[in-house]
């Protein structure tokens, strides 16, 4: 059977962003990325790739070789037309928003974060990219109230694909801590 993952922001060929993620070469970064998404996916896996794949240098279509499993692209803003046409033999599908379910649980999928995403108060779990963030709950502030969404770029998550079952038991003990509305919705129900 094979498994889920899901990345986002991989920005291979990127000198400016390899810079900015603290690599002195963008084929340096590129390779660590590689060596990564390997060491977790295997060839029968399928990635989930929630935007922004390769910009400058490097061209996606000498990478993909290289990379283990099939791949959707969710794609993002620097994924333009051009390059998606380009690269559509080089995925399964290319799409902008997409929703999944995974062990009973909808996962909606996209490269920008969304405020109120289809489902959120029912448990569904949205995972994004786009803001380059060092904590997958992004700023506490703002996204403390937004209910189960997990960052997915490269940078949050050790440049390594994510296991989506990973990102599923997470929020299964976050649950336990804040039940979603629709939790404490039906509990109040029972006690009439």
């Known amino acids: 059977m094979s498994r889920k993952f899901i990345i986002s922001d991989t920005h291979f060929g990127h000198p ?19 060596k990564n ?25 000498d990478i993909r070789p290289r990379l283990n499993g ?11 037309k051009g390059r998606r046409k380009k690269w559509k033999d080089l995925f399964n599908e290319i799409v902008y928003y997409k929703e999944i379910k995974y062990n009973k649980t909808k996962f909606v999928l996209c490269h920008y974060p ?4 289809n489902c959120r108060e029912y ?16 700023n506490k502030k703002i996204w403390s109230n937004l209910g189960k969404s997990w960052n997915c770029c490269a940078e949050v ?7 989506l079952d990973d990102i599923w038991k997470h929020y299964q003990e976050w649950s336990c801590q804040y039940p979603s509305r629709w939790e404490r919705f039906k509990h109040k129900v029972r006690r009439r």
């Open 16 to 34: 400016n962003c390899a810079k900015w993620r603290g690599f002195d070469d963008y084929r340096e970064h590129d390779e660590l990325i590689i």
């Open 70 to 80: 099939a791949i959707t692209l969710v794609a993002g803003n620097h994924d333009e």
């Open 114 to 117: 969304i405020i109120s995403w």
């Open 157 to 163: 998550n050790n440049f390594t694909p994510i296991l």
């Open 37 to 61: 998404w390997n060491s977790v996916v295997a060839p029968s896996d399928h990635v989930y790739l929630l935007g922004d794949v390769a910009l400058g240098k490097a061209e996606f279509k």
């Open 123 to 138: 448990g569904a779990i949205h995972c994004f990219g786009h803001v380059h963030n060092n904590d997958h709950r992004v």
